[in-house]
């Protein structure tokens, strides 16, 4: 195809959401596909945030909004950020976009140009290394082994930053990997980042509020001296499980705010009203939901991680948050992504090879647990069968 720009060969896609077209595929030629590929929490949006946004309609909410979002939510925020973080945000830095994606599109598009150099998690969510490939900048992968945790190392981190490192990007917890990255490397990366002050982080915080065990959450927001280089992304998809109302945020330092404000005025103008709303209810409601949510949660994992590390040529590691578990998986000479193929052709169960989130993840599958036990119990008999066939 010619006369597009060069960069649009660069963009990459999400396998995820060509591994639903294909299950939805196979579920209208009558297939019973139980999907483990999509990383999308199984619970409705609890009762009380779609009323608000009902009401919100009702109410004759239905035009433009201030393109930063509407005010209300962003105090909501303020607060929430602060109750969880104890870090007080003034609202007039945060950015209301449709999907925590949109803050990834925005900062790539600011940070990223041919001879830039941007550091992000490998693996790690696909949407980062599409889009800096997409902007001519140069990936440097970041290691996030499984024998770390799939954590990284301060240390390693700081000795890929150079004159042409632009951004860094982080996230924690994981997708793919339900990693945590321990308190303590974020404190050293804090430190070594003051001998680079040019130096920005994008901190995805999305799943901040799904963790497991004794693990708590640091924003990055909470180092003072990082404060003024620090993006931190968050919204709804996953903690009030609202993927498809498109609702997340970014805080921008005041410096660049402006900046990503003007992409998104030029972009999406705002977020629509009635979806806004409900984000004041999410944030201001009873949490009670989201808590039952974390429970379940943890009770798949367990299972999960107990059940798969039973069997031969599996080994899984205990992740501390988000709703995956990445466990290493081999058969044969199978890569992969014939691994995942295979299950989802010959046994109707969607998984996410390993690889499609950088070459680091080779050797595992991603497999959502936003799914029920029964469908769980399922998926580990099969995978079963196919290791021991
Ligand atoms: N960041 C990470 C790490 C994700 O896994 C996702 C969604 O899968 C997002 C950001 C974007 O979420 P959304 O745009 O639905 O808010």
Known sequence: ????????????????????????????????????????????????????????????????TSSNGILELREAITEDFFNRNNVKIDPNNILITPGGKSIIFYTLLMFGQPGSEIISPDPGFIAYKSMIDYTGATFIPLPHRMENNFSFDAEELLSLVNDKTKLIILNSPANP???????????????????????????????SRILF???????????????ERV???????KTYSMTGWRLGYGIFPRNIFDYAEKLAINCHSCVNSASQFAGIEALKGSQKKVDEMVKIFQERRNFLVNELNKLKNVNCKVPGGAFYVFPKVSK??????????????????????????????????????????????IFVKCLKDFIYE
Do not use: C
């Not at 199978?334 to 989802?344: V, W």
């Open 1 to 64: 195809m010619d006369g597009l720009n060069k960069s649009m060969y660069e963009i990459g896609s999400d396998s995820a959401f060509s591994i639903l077209a294909r299950s939805q595929e196979l579920k209208k030629i009558g297939k019973n596909v139980i999907n483990l590929g999509i990383g999308q929490p199984d619970f409705p949006t609890p009762k009380n945030i779609v009323n608000a946004a009902i009401k919100a309609l009702k109410d004759g909410h239905h035009g433009y």
């Open 177 to 207: 990997t339900g990693g945590v990255v321990p308190e303590k490397e974020l404190s050293k990366l804090s430190e070594g980042l003051l001998k680079y002050p040019k130096v920005f982080v994008l901190s995805d915080e999305i799943y």
């Open 213 to 227: 065990d004794n693990h708590r959450h640091h924003s990055l927001l909470k180092y003072k001296e990082l404060r």
């Open 231 to 237: 993006i931190v992304l968050d919204g709804w998809s």
């Open 332 to 377: 044969d000479n199978m890569n992969s992504s014939e691994i995942s193929n295979y299950l989802l052709e010959k046994k109707f169960i969607a998984t996410v090879p390993g690889s499609s989130f950088g070459s680091n993840g080779e050797g595992f599958l991603r497999i959502s647990y936003a799914n029920t036990i029964e469908n769980l119990k």
